[in-house]
């Protein structure tokens, strides 16, 4: 069983800026790709951004276009997430997913990181 294990969120003010990790407990190297969902209060879970493991190709939703950066450490087994110009309407648990194969179900979750963006 893969574990992933999120850390890094908190309380920030509006403009403030937040470092997401998420640490796997075995090889990113094992997996297709991985990226970070959220999920606001009354809202679906959404991707925010995701990264191929191989060719580090990134993918961004259009709202943290600009303002975050995914990125991975192969040597830690590890993914970030930076988040930078943080809005009230980024307050949310995010989530790291790890895809093992494309297009399937077989992909692992977090345990989910909150994040409040609030003044």
């Known amino acids: 069983q893969v574990q992933l294990v999120e850390s890094g969120g908190g309380l920030v003010q509006p403009g403030g800026s937040l470092r997401l990790s998420c640490a796997a407990s075995r090889t990113i190297f094992s997996f297709h790709s991985m990226g970070w969902y959220r999920q606001a209060p009354g809202k679906q879970r959404e991707l925010v951004a995701d990264?191929?493991?191989?060719?580090?190709?990134?993918n961004y939703a259009d709202s943290v276009k600009g303002r975050f950066t995914i990125s991975r450490d192969n040597a830690k087994d590890t993914v970030y997430l930076e988040m930078n110009s943080l809005k009230p309407e980024d307050t949310a648990v995010y989530y790291c997913n790890a895809l093992v194969v494309p297009n399937s179900e077989w992909n692992y979750w977090g345990q989910g990181t909150q994040v409040t963006v609030s003044s």
């Open positions: 990264i191929m493991i191989s060719g580090g190709f990134t």
